[in-house]
């Protein structure tokens, strides 16, 4: 059983790695990655401002914290 730091982490990482895999670094102007995890309940919140770029932005955040939420189910299997 992983614990709520381990849950964090992973579902944070996740995010992040979908975020920095689709932009540039040099055209993220903000990114804030909010991930909690309490009594089983896990919640992930990915604003990402890019205006610049060719992608999405909230698709991109909405991709990042799905697979948050993959990467987690993940570390439960």
Do not use: K
């Not at 059983?1 to 979908?18: F, K, L, R, S």
């Not at 670094?25 to 896990?42: A, P, Q, R, S, Y």
């Not at 999405?56 to 439960?76: I, K, N, P, S, T």
Request: glycine fraction near 4%; avoid cysteine; charge should be negative.
């Amino acid at each position: 059983m992983p614990t709520d730091d381990e849950v964090v982490d992973t579902a944070a990482n996740a995010a992040e790695n979908v975020v920095f895999s689709r932009f540039d670094v040099g055209e993220i102007e903000d990114i804030d990655v909010t991930v909690t995890f309490e009594d089983g309940v896990l919640d992930v919140d990915v604003y990402v401002n890019a205006p610049d770029a060719s992608a999405d932005e909230r698709q991109v955040a909405d991709d990042a914290a799905l697979a948050a939420r993959g990467a987690v189910d993940d570390l439960f299997d």
